[in-house]
Nanobody, 115 residues
Framework: QVQLVESGGGLVQPGGSLRLSCAAS????????VGWYRQAPGKQRELVAT???????DYDDSVKGRFTISRDNAKNTVYLQMNSLKPEDTAAYYC?????????WGQGTQVTVSS
C-alpha cells in the first residue's frame, strides 16, 4: 500500500521560512514524479511545484524565486523549502506522486502565514 506522509507545516510570520517534507512508502519512489499542491479555504487545489524523475523542476509563478522543490531518492522523500512567506501562501499543502495512471496523494499539512 502506497502512503505519502507530509510534515513540517505550522504557523510562521510573514517573511519567514518553512521546509515541508513528504515521505513515501510502498512504492519505488525514484520511478515517480512528485509535486506539491496547495488548497486555501474556499479555493481550488493548485499546483505549487513539481520535480521529475530526472530532477527537472517547475514552479507556479507565484512561488518562483521563493520556493525550492527537491527530492532525496535514498530517503524516499520530497521537500519544499519555502522562503519569504506571504499571508497568501496560507493553505493546506499536499504531496502528490504519480507515474502513468498511478497517482497518490498525502493527507496534507497546514501552513499558516500570519503576524
Amino acid at each position: 500500500q502506497v502512503q505519502l506522509v507530509e510534515s513540517g507545516g505550522g504557523l510562521v510570520q510573514p517573511g519567514g521560512s518553512l521546509r515541508l517534507s513528504c515521505a513515501a512508502s510502498g512504492a519505488t519512489f525514484r520511478f515517480y514524479a512528485v509535486g506539491w499542491y496547495r488548497q486555501a479555504p474556499g479555493k481550488q487545489r493548485e499546483l505549487v511545484a513539481t520535480i521529475t524523475t530526472g530532477d527537472s523542476t517547475d514552479y507556479d509563478d507565484s512561488v518562483k524565486g521563493r520556493f525550492t522543490i527537491s527530492r532525496d531518492n535514498a530517503k524516499n522523500t520530497v521537500y519544499l523549502q519555502m522562503n519569504s512567506l506571504k499571508p497568501e501562501d496560507t493553505a493546506a499543502y499536499y504531496c502528490k506522486m504519480w507515474r502513468g495512471n498511478y497517482v497518490y496523494w498525502g493527507q496534507g499539512t497546514q501552513v499558516t502565514v500570519s503576524s
